[in-house]
Every structure is written in C-alpha cells, then in structure tokens.
C-alpha cells in the first residue's frame, strides 16, 4: 500500500469526530483566563480536564523565578545535557526532588514521557521480563518495548493476577521489574501498592511506580499514592511529570539505587534530546517549593474532588470505582459521549473525551480533572453543566 495512503482512514475517522460538531481532538484555547478559565469558541469555558491539580500555572512565585531565569539565562539550553552540560538549575532541582523523596539519588529528563522512555530503556534488556499493568500509561508501553524485554501484562490493580505471572516466571522473576502508576488518570482509581510491594519482596523483583498524576495529590507531603500506603520506601524507581501538579513541562525519577546515577550514561531519551529550559525549571523548583508550603492546595484540591464526585453520583452517573482528582464519568456509546461532550463544551465547560482505544475498556467516558483553583461555585457550575448536558 502507498505510504500515504493509510491516512485516509485516519482522516475517516476524524470526520466522524467532528461533523457538524466541535472536534474534540482539535479544541484551541483561545485565551487563558487562569489556571480555571479560558476562552474556548468565543465563550468564558471553565477547564475542567487540564491535569492542573494544584492550579500552580499562574502562581506569582513560580512565574517570578521562571521570568528571572529567562532573564538571566535565556530561553532554552539549545542541546542535550550530556553534550551541552548541565545548567546549575537541573542538578539543584534534581538535589531537590531526591531530599523531598528522602532519596539519595535523583535525576531529571525532559518530559515525562522521557524519562519512562528512558528508565525503561536503561534498565531492561531483551533478556529481561517485565510485569506491566494492563491500563499502564502508553510512555510505559512504549519504554517496555523500546527495551525488547519481554512483557507479561497482568490484570490492572490485580495483585492475584500479578502473583501468578510472578510464579508462572520461575527463576527469572528475581530478575523481573513490576510496572505500574499510582493514580490513573482514565478512571481514577489507585494501585494496591502496599500489595505489589509484597509480592516485589516475595519474589525478588523490582518495582517501578509512575506517580505523574499523583504527585502533589496523594500522601502526607504530596509524594504520591507509594508515600498514602506506607511504602514509598520500598519502592525502587518512582517516575514523575512537572506537567502536571507542578504546572509546567519534564519528568524525573528518584531512587536508592546509585545505578539511577549511571542512567545518564545509557538512556537514550536522556542522552539525545534538548535539556529543558532555565525558565521551565525554574520555574518547577519554585513549584515544588509551593507544593511543600502550602499543604493547603491539596485540602482545596480534595474538597473540590469530593463536591464533584458525590454531585455526579448525585446525578445518577456512573463514575470510578473511588473518589479521586480524577473524575470519569462513564458514557457507554462512543456518539453519545461525543454529543454529550459538545453540550459540555456549548455550556462553557471543558472536560476530557476518552473513546477506544484510549480509554481502558469499551465504553466512552467524559473525564475530568479537578483543580486545587477550582472555587466550589465552578465545581457547582460543573455540575449544573453535565445536568443540562444529560
Ligand atoms: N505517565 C503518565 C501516567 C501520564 O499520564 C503522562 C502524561 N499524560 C506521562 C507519563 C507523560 O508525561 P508528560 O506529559 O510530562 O510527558
């Protein structure tokens, strides 16, 4: 087949999307109100699907010392950390990020889905096996089978599942890595860490947990749903975004182990690619700061997570298994989630649209995601949306 010709059914389904309708993969946000509101087709819109949990993108603090970086050491870093150098600010920040885990080693990457690319990569090799959550994320996916390891997928959240992938690998499962998310972002739901952790010590393997959507949100200090469950010391490599609680771009891991040191030497997505810019890590270090002081902006964030999950239940909708950030609300039919989002967007509400494949099973969901910045009178006008929409 001509190599172009595939994208005819790419454009097919694209046609179906849109029609007479917004094209929810093509929404621009014309103006950014705040880190709650933007214009969206001419009207004031409220966000409600932008991972912004902690509302941290227009904190004064965060935008001064990202406008004083800029300032002082220019817009980018034009080339990769292992050719160019590091600035100061990406061995500070990674300092930071290791004595906020009570870490000794951490080490910091370009995007999140860099750095799963890249310990993935670094870590596994085609002789390896690795146990990977059915629902993982498609950066873990992705940095699995850029490893050529082998992948067993065991049934998401599923500790029996994941026991019996363990034994079925007999000797090899103490050289196997455990691979899943704290938060998941589709449905919301958590990982039964405390009972992987378990398993990872029963069985000599290696756990791997990618906190992107629960930085900031889970835990005493914000370190995640391994730092809720009592195990975050246990864990051996736990990944993260700044794209999200940190409201701004790049990724990082953090672990005991001082062989996370050596990744800068074999990962490839660290090795060949652009370093992140003086303004975007400042501006994370000062994020991560906020994050710390103001425990506050996880209360908010929580209290606006519970008005809408119980007003959505109120509602008669059918929504993840547990309250969270992450609010999806299950639509079944993938042209009535369509519609319903269009009605969402036509009331001057944002929210995300998930159909297969990227959502976990067959059904269609409106996921939203709530923010710390979110007054209860926007979580209130949420609702009133999706009662209007239905
Ligand atoms: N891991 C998970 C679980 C994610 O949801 C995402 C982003 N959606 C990433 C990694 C990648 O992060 P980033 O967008 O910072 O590259």
Redesign the pocket.
Known sequence: MPLLDKFQAVAAIRAGLGGDHNDPTGVVIEEILSATEGRVAGRRTILAGTNNYLGLTFDPACIDAGKRALEAQGTGTTGSRMANGSFADHTALERELAAFYDLPYGLVFS???AA?LAVLAALLEPADAVLLDADA?A?LYDGCRMSGAEIFRFKHNDPDSLEKRLRRLGERSANALIVT?GLY?VLGDTAPLAEFVSLKEQYGALLMV?E??SLGVYGDRGRGVAEARGVLDQVDFTVG???KSLGA?G?FCVSPHPELDLFRYVARPFIFTASGSPATIATVREALRQLQAQPQLRENLWRNAHRLYDGLQSLGHQLGPEPSPVVAVRIGARDDALRFWNRLLEAGVYVNLMVPPASPDSHSYLRCSVSAAHTPQQIDAVLEAFRGAA
């Open positions: 995007t999140g889905y799963n994320h950066s998310e972002s990618d992107a959507h975004t700044f794209s771009m990724g």
